[in-house]
């Protein structure tokens, strides 16, 4: 084995020329992803702009279900209410006559 400084060089600048062509073929990767991962996006933006959003359960219908379910929580808080802290019946808060007893003791009429 000769030690020649000219192979040296060569081996050298082969070496470099090597890894810079590595290296810009890891950025020509990188980038063609990120192309694919932009080109990809966009096509889901298409879909979604294209086709009109199907609603199973439609909003006035969820309205009316949320106000349904509000009126029951009302009515079980005024029977356990009534039930639990004035010691009465739970089913006479849906009598008209209690409504009416309440009313007349908060106006004072005898």
Not at 41 to 62: A, D, E, G, T, V
Not at 74 to 87: R, S
């Amino acid at each position: 084995m000769t030690n020649n400084p000219s192979s040296q060089k060569t081996s050298h600048k082969a070496e470099e020329e090597s890894a810079a062509a590595g290296e810009e073929q890891a950025v020509k990767q990188e980038f063609s992803r990120k192309m694919e991962k932009e080109e990809k996006q966009q096509s889901k933006r298409r879909q979604k702009l294209s086709r009109p959003r199907l609603r199973i359960f439609p909003i006035w219908l969820r309205i009316i279900v949320v106000l349904i379910f509000a009126a029951a929580a009302f009515i079980v808080g005024l029977m356990i209410g009534f039930a639990v802290l004035g010691e009465g019946s739970p089913l006479d808060v849906l009598r008209m006559e209690t409504w009416q007893h309440i009313v007349d003791i908060v106006n004072k009429v005898d």
